[in-house]
């Protein structure tokens, strides 16, 4: 479902100086297929899921969701494409200030189709415990309510691939198993292919599959090398 090949990412530093940050040689998920994908700070990983979802373009390499090639469609095409079949819980929510929250999970269906599902849309916040804030914009809702949300939102439109970027990180304990079992359950009842990324090992231990980044990633082996010699 997911396959990426010879995946390259590289950032300009201000001082003109290349930083690799990404070489994968090859990396594969499974349609509906729940994975992990753990490692240290600065290795990659956020960047990693925005080249995925088509957010960051690769310097070179594939990156092929259900044998479309997103690094050869033009930026809108690659919009459309995201809104249509992939999620993403973003570390940072990305909510819409100006929108409720059933506003924010309403609009991500819009982008997609053009034919949002209020049913679905208050059942998802319902299942993240957000049925009673489901008429309150981000302003008024505390850091781990945007999470649960952001959730519900990347959810929405029944996705082929799910990606999310600790999507527990900010939610305090006693919702973090709610939304890990939210993401379980809904990706293995709608075959939807899970990667996400965590620094939590108690997450991690929750899923079949845990990859780490540091493993699979050739630059961040260069940096762990070079650092060790020191």
């Known amino acids: 479902m997911l ?5 390259v ?3 300009t530093q201000p001082d003109g100086s290349v930083l690799p940050v990404l070489d994968i040689p090859e990396f594969r998920v499974a349609a509906g297929e729940q994975m992990v994908l753990v490692g240290r700070s600065g ?3 956020t960047t990693l899921l925005h080249v995925i979802a088509g957010i960051g373009r690769p310097d070179s390499g594939k990156v092929r969701i259900d044998d479309w090639d997103i690094t ?8 459309r494409f995201r809104a249509d079949r992939i999620g993403y819980v973003f570390q940072t929510f990305n909510l819409l200030a100006s929108f409720t929250a059933l506003e924010n999970v309403l609009l991500s ?16 916040l319902d299942r993240v415990g957000m049925s009673h804030r489901m008429t309150h914009r981000p302003a008024q809702l505390s850091v781990g309510e945007k999470q649960r949300v952001a959730v519900a939102r990347a959810l929405a439109n029944k996705p082929q691939l799910l990606l999310a970027d600790e999507p527990t990180a ?11 079992d939210l993401i ?3 990706c293995r009842e709608e075959n939807v292919a899970l990667v996400l990324v ?6 991690a231990k929750q899923f079949p599959r845990v990859d780490h980044l540091e493993e699979i990633n050739r630059s961040v082996v260069g940096y762990v090398q070079k650092d060790e010699s020191n």
């Open 3 to 7: 396959f990426l090949k010879d995946l």
């Open 184 to 186: 379980h359950e809904t």
């Open 72 to 79: 050869l469609m033009p930026e809108a095409e690659c919009d």
């Open 43 to 45: 290795c990659g990983k």
């Open 198 to 203: 965590t620094h939590s090992d108690e997450v």
């Open 109 to 124: 269906m819009r982008f997609a189709h053009g034919r949002p599902d209020r049913d679905r849309a208050k059942h998802l």
């Open 170 to 180: 900010n939610v305090d304990a006693g919702h973090q198993q709610q939304i890990l």
């Open 9 to 11: 990412k590289t950032f």
